[in-house]
């Protein structure tokens, strides 16, 4: 199982960024996708779930109407919109699959 995690940077407040996250190693439409995040310091915590054909999602209340989870079983790929992102959004983002396999992880900053 690999998961490979892109699209992290530094942004101002308010605007956007979309991560990537390109799976290999696994039957990747069997399973849940889940976008995790940390920040130094602090326990991990959830921030959005897909189910397998990406018809059920779930997202952490502090992300509710800003973020958006998608995945394309095509390309193998699970994507997070971040929308209106906010000083409190700065951490490292990570891809998980069921099971307990992470990514590396993206750095978001989000500063002015």
């Known amino acids: 199982v690999q998961l490979v995690e892109s699209g992290g940077g530094l942004v101002q407040p308010g605007g956007s960024l979309r991560l990537s996250c390109a799976a290999s190693?696994?039957?990747?439409?069997?399973?849940?996708m889940s976008w995790y995040r940390q920040v130094p310091g602090k326990e991990r915590e959830s921030v959005a779930d897909?189910?397998?054909?990406?018809?059920?999602?779930r997202y952490a209340d502090f992300v509710k109407g800003r973020f958006t989870i998608s995945r394309d079983n095509a390309k193998n790929t699970v994507y997070l919109q971040m929308n209106s992102l906010k000083a409190d959004d700065t951490a490292v983002y990570y891809c998980?699959?069921?099971?307990?396999?992470w990514g590396q992880g993206t750095q978001v900053t989000v500063s002015s």
């Open positions: 190693g696994f039957t990747f439409s069997s399973y849940l």
């Open positions: 897909i189910g397998p054909s990406g018809n059920s999602t």
């Open positions: 998980v699959r069921l099971g307990g396999f």
